[in-house]
């Protein structure tokens, strides 16, 4: 298929159902089913075997067409790292049970990773999954889990084996949020909000048929979601002067008496690495369209996070005491991050989590140096010593 036959399957999406007279959800389904929603996947699970790059095709002419979206924002985690697991790990029926759903948007998903004793040291987790029958009974406790709080399902990597080696005995699993075994508690962040969340696991259960890959190899699958997730976070679409650089460089042109050398130098510092930033995300999205995601979309959130937390302690800065006002403390559940809705001191604050959140900055330059730049690796000495063995 060409872009000229594209655009006649989008035309013909159109046609079909008009966006004005349709139902959101059935136009999305329509969408889905018509192989519109993801170009790239195959035929039958929402796409068409086409080049990711051709995606854009449709997106301009259903935007123009003034169609629905399924709000990607709310629902990032599913696009970003959940479907491309299931698309790369899970089997036809799985396939076809979340994705669709999944993309629609009538399923929000969260991510349950990180742990109080396993954040930077993921593979060192401690929450156990055991067979009894063919369902997994899972213990133990996730931590700083955005979305969970409205999520229906979630991607999960427990140890299932310690008797291995920390990184051979996970196993990762699809969990329904629902189930009578998941309880979940906000966590107050510095901004005042509650946007993460703790997440306890009594005896909740997985059936088999719901585990992503093989017993044993979630590290392997893990993998693959936090490559797609770095690259989800760090590999958009920006125009330029894009993100933090936008509200300073405003209040600079609007407010000449704030001005000194010294925040000039700043604010060109970070106005050219945000540009950096930009253009290697362009690189970074033709990589994506030629093949799957490289170790690179850490490096672009290690600069996004850099970049957010120099630019927002500038802003406030310019500010002075204009800065430090803040317009509410009440506790909120935000699903997602407003960093350009709210003030300066809320931006400043709410930075800090960028060095934290989707891989700590210090997990990431491991990556950079050893994958991309191929220096040595650092010196394990826990490699190889069975989970159950390690000092904790």
């Not at 999305?28 to 095709?57: I, N, S, T």
């Not at 009894?132 to 990597?157: C, E, F, P, Y």
Request: net charge negative; aromatic share 8%.
């Amino acid at each position: 298929m060409d872009e000229a036959q594209l655009k006649e399957r989008v035309g013909q999406l159109l046609e079909e159902h008009p966006p004005e007279t349709t139902d959101r959800l059935d136009f999305l389904h329509a969408r889905f089913d018509a192989g519109l929603a993801w170009v790239h996947f195959p035929e039958g699970l929402g796409g068409l075997g086409l080049p990711r790059g051709m995606q854009p095709v449709v997106e301009r002419a259903l935007y123009q067409a003034g169609a629905p979206d399924n709000d990607p924002r709310k629902i990032g985690i599913g696009l970003g790292m959940a479907a491309p697991t299931i698309l790369a790990f899970g089997t036809e029926d799985q396939k076809r049970r979340y994705l669709r759903p999944l993309w629609c948007g009538e399923e929000v998903w969260c991510q349950l990773f990180s742990e109080p004793g396993a954040g930077s040291d993921l593979a060192g987790l401690s929450s156990r999954a055991v067979l009894d029958g063919d369902t997994w009974i899972v213990n133990g406790q996730k931590v700083w889990t955005s979305s969970a709080h409205i999520a229906d399902r979630a991607i999960l990597i427990v140890r299932t084996d310690p008797d291995q080696p920390k990184h051979a005995g996970l196993s990762y699993f699809v969990l329904d949020m629902h189930d009578p075994g998941v309880e979940v508690r906000p966590l107050r962040q510095i901004t005042g909000e509650a946007e993460f969340n703790e997440v306890f696991l009594t005896d909740a259960r997985i059936p088999d048929s719901d585990r992503l890959g093989e017993v044993g190899e979630g590290w392997k699958v893990a993998n693959a979601t936090l490559s797609n997730e770095r690259v989800a976070i760090g590999g958009g679409a920006f125009p330029r002067e894009f993100g933090m650089v936008m509200n300073v460089a405003k209040t600079w042109r609007e407010r000449p008496e704030l001005r000194t050398p010294e925040t000039h130098e700043r604010l060109l510092r970070g106005w050219i690495d945000t540009e950096v930033a930009r253009i290697t995300a362009t690189r970074l999205r033709q990589k994506m369209a030629a093949g799957v995601p490289g170790p690179e979309g850490s490096a672009m959130k290690l600069s996004f996070a850099r970049i957010n937390q120099q630019l927002s302690a500038l802003e406030v800065d310019l500010l002075g005491d204009d800065g430090l006002r803040y317009d509410s403390w009440e506790m909120k559940r935000p699903t997602r991050v407003d960093f350009f809705g709210k003030d300066a001191g809320y931006r400043y604050l709410r930075a800090k989590g960028n060095s934290i959140e989707g891989g700590t900055s210090e997990v990431l330059r491991n990556v950079v140096a050893e994958r991309v730049l191929g220096l040595p690796t650092e010196h394990r000495v826990d490699k190889d010593i069975p989970w159950k063995d390690l000092p904790r």
